[in-house]
């Protein structure tokens, strides 16, 4: 389900999000915006919107549709502009990697000892020697002292997550 805090999060900071479209996914989406603005008028109508999703690889449901045209406040109109499906496209893409990396977070939660359920912890101590291992040149100790905030030396999946994040930008 969509976060409508998140859509219009992204949709107002598209220059920033880090899932900016390519040159060439630009054009594959003007070019498809063209098709589905058969008169030319410079906006698409929202029952042409999935179909036009779907050539740029994204397949909403119908739900997430009407969600993600009532955010855009187009519902009244029933029409998208090609700024606007360019927000849409940007803020699936997104989406998409932000889905990704949490698979990947998962993944090396369940590596170090937690489980597939998102439930178990894993040891600050292991933690701490795979980084070592590694020779990853991060200051664990602090991301540690940040995410383990009950100090039981254990991090669950959510203070996992939190760690991984602190240590971004």
């Known amino acids: ?8 999060k992204s949709a ?18 003007r ?10 008028m410079e906006h698409i109508d929202m029952w042409s919107l999935r179909d036009a999703l779907q050539e740029v690889d ?6 997430e549709i009407f969600e993600l045209i ?22 699936l893409k997104a989406k998409n990697t932000r889905s990704s ?9 369940v590596a170090l000892g937690g489980h597939a359920d998102k439930t178990g912890e894993i040891s600050t101590e292991k933690l701490r020697q795979t980084i070592d291992e590694f020779g990853l040149t991060i200051d664990i100790d602090r991301l540690i002292q940040e995410a383990d905030k009950d100090g039981s030396g254990y991090i669950d999946f959510s203070e996992f997550q939190e760690l991984l994040g602190a240590d971004e930008g």
């Open 1 to 8: 389900r969509l976060d409508p805090l998140e859509l219009m």
């Open 12 to 29: 107002s900071e598209s220059k920033i999000v880090q899932a900016i479209l390519t040159t060439e996914e630009v054009e594959q989406c």
């Open 31 to 40: 070019a498809v915006f063209q098709k589905y603005d058969r008169r030319s």
């Open 58 to 63: 994204y397949t909403p449901t119908e739900e």
């Open 70 to 91: 009532s955010l855009l406040g187009a519902e009244a109109s029933g029409e998208i502009t090609y700024k606007q499906f360019i927000q849409l496209v940007e803020f």
């Open 101 to 109: 990396d949490d698979t990947e977070i998962l993944e090396v939660f």
